[in-house]
């Protein structure tokens, strides 16, 4: 049965940074294409970050040059750091194994003065 946890979510100030982890068990890791979401209130679920099985990215637009994405395939785990970050960025960010279509919980950003 696979497994995708994420923590690392959490209240910061704008301008600030985070580190998301998403640690899969169950699965063969580096196999798979991985990727981060969020989704704000209100708003339909969009692709942030992804990174392919040859260490390939792709960002969204509105993080590129802030947020990176980095898998760690010995740990079975894909990060997502966030830096410089706005208000907008508030959601619930959650990690995506793009081959088996299989989702972690999520953890919650908040950015807020």
């Known amino acids: 049965q696979v497994q995708l946890v994420e923590s690392g979510g959490g209240l910061v100030q704008p301008g600030g940074s985070l580190r998301l982890s998403c640690t899969a068990s169950?699965?063969?890791?580096?196999?798979?294409?991985m990727a981060w979401y969020r989704q704000a209130p209100g708003k339909q679920r969009e692709l942030v970050a992804a990174?392919?099985?040859?260490?390939?990215?792709d960002y969204a637009d509105s993080v590129k040059g802030r947020f990176t994405i980095v898998r760690d395939n010995a740990k079975s785990t894909v990060y997502l750091q966030m830096n410089n970050l706005k208000p907008e960025d508030t959601a619930v960010y959650y990690c995506n194994d793009r081959d088996l279509d299989e989702w972690g919980q999520g953890t919650l950003v908040t950015v807020s003065s």
């Open positions: 990174v392919s099985t040859r260490n390939y990215k």
């Open positions: 169950g699965t063969i890791f580096n196999i798979n294409d």
